[in-house]
């Protein structure tokens, strides 16, 4: 909550007379009020895979995926965040920023950062309310961060009597929870 223009819902206008712009959203009643307040997203679905394939001995194929939903929910949206990466050992270290992909015609932009070493979250969004006042919509930016630990599943498969031709050994480490999470931004900001 720090850094919270907390005085802005006071400031903007109440009247509702005002014609909707073209540009409006229509964003869901009480998307604002839920915004300044006790914010929390959602995440669910958060899954980790990390493949590591030897075609031969001496040659690797390797490849790590995140992903999980983000449900802002002022807004009742959810947005998908994936990544995909070939930096081994862990693929993930925390320092790309990827970006989630929402519906069209959405408001948000999210990004995030993930690290598989110490099991950091970054995430960083941006959403617009309309619903005060569709003439001065509202902008919010939050950051959020935790540090998430999830039960693994490993496989492994090593080929006894490798030939050219087939795969010699695999590594396949899997990760995740169906649960949904509640994540407080540590910091807000709206903009009117
Ligand atoms: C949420 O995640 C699931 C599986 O990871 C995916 O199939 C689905 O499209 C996602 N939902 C949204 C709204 O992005
Ligand atoms: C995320 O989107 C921004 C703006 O479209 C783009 O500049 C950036 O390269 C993207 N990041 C990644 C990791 O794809
Ligand atoms: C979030 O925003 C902060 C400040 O602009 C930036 O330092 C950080 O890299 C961003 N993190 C993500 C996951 O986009
Ligand atoms: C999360 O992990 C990072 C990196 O290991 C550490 O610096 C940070 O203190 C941890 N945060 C919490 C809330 O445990």
């Known amino acids: 909550m ?3 223009i907390g005085t802005l819902a006071a400031a903007l206008p109440l009247a509702a007379a005002a014609p909707y712009g073209l540009n409006s959203r229509d964003s869901p009643a009480g998307c604002s009020s839920k915004s300044f307040g006790d914010f929390a997203w959602a995440i669910s679905n958060f899954n980790y895979h990390a493949s590591y394939v030897f075609s ?4 690797q194929i390797d490849s790590g995926t995140v992903g999980f939903n983000l449900t802002n929910t002022a807004l009742s949206e959810t947005v998908a965040c ?5 930096q081994l050992q862990d693929y993930f270290y925390g ?7 929402a519906a069209e015609g959405s408001s948000t932009s999210t990004t995030f950062s993930y690290s ?6 970054n995430i960083n969004q941006t959403w617009t309310c309309d619903d005060e006042d569709p003439q001065y919509p509202i902008t919010f930016t939050a950051y959020g961060t935790v540090n998430l630990t999830f039960p693994c599943d490993t496989w492994t498969y090593q080929n006894p009597d490798w030939q050219p031709g087939q795969t010699y050994s695999i590594l ?3 990760c995740g929870s169906p649960f949904t999470l ?3 931004p540590y910091e807000k900001t709206a903009i009117a």
């Not at 031969?56 to 040659?59: E, F, G, L, S, V």
């Not at 320092?95 to 992909?101: D, F, H, L, Q």
Request: proline share 10%.
């Open 2 to 4: 720090r850094n919270f």
């Open 182 to 184: 509640p994540l407080v």
């Open 116 to 121: 598989r070493p110490s099991g950091q979250l």
């Open 82 to 86: 994936t990544a995909y990466s070939l």
């Open 172 to 174: 396949d480490i899997t």
């Open 56 to 59: 031969t001995p001496a040659h």
């Open 95 to 101: 320092n790309i920023n990827y970006n989630c992909t």
